[in-house]
């Protein structure tokens, strides 16, 4: 039995599609029986009838609910799918839209100041605002210690470095991923 593909258009447009269909189904043509014909012609025996019924304007579901309205244009790209569909394969698959990229995560704002109050005179440079465990710290203390090459401490949430190392310093955090606020001289 052949099945029944109704496009709800007697104009060029109706025919345009009629012609399209046939040269996508190439060698499964006479499997369908294709027809392109006004909707006010169209007897409810021949909608029932048919497996598919495709219109290009939205007032035509007012009569024939269960017609797929596309949009204005060429219908050659869309055959293929249709025919797929017919056929017996499901609707085409449409991958979602990619998430855009997550933005990269700032790890905070951390300050670099310069001391030199209770050490004789001798400036040391001073991270602050660090939230991190005691094991973290010291480690980005020794990292930041080699980079400067220079001798220091970690505790209590601060990391101090011997020296004005704070370009250094600053560079080093903002290329880790921290936003480095510069607070004091």
């Given at each position: 039995m052949k099945k029944a593909i109704l496009f709800l258009d007697g104009g060029p447009l109706g025919a345009k599609a009629v012609e399209a269909f046939g040269r996508a189904a190439g060698l499964f043509r006479s499997s369908f029986d294709v027809a392109a014909k006004a909707p006010d012609v169209v007897t409810d025996a021949e909608a029932g009838a048919a497996v598919r019924l495709i219109a290009w304007d939205e007032a035509v579901r007012e009569r024939f609910p269960r017609a797929d309205v596309w949009s204005a244009g060429d219908p050659e790209?869309?055959?293929p799918q249709l025919l797929a569909e017919v056929m017996g394969g499901g609707a085409a698959y449409v991958p979602p839209p990619p998430a855009p990229p997550p933005k990269p995560k700032s790890l905070g704002t951390v300050k670099v100041s310069r001391e030199t109050a209770g050490r004789k005179g001798k400036g040391v440079t001073v991270v602050s605002d660090l939230t991190l465990s005691d094991d973290a710290l010291k480690e980005l203390a020794t990292r930041l210690k080699t980079k400067c090459g220079?001798?220091?401490?970690?505790?209590?949430?601060?990391?101090e470095i011997q020296g004005d190392h704070r370009d250094t310093v600053a560079a080093e955090l903002e290329k880790i991923g921290y936003r480095v606020k510069r607070s004091g001289g």
């Open positions: 790209p869309r055959m220079s001798g220091g401490t970690a505790k209590d949430g601060r990391i």
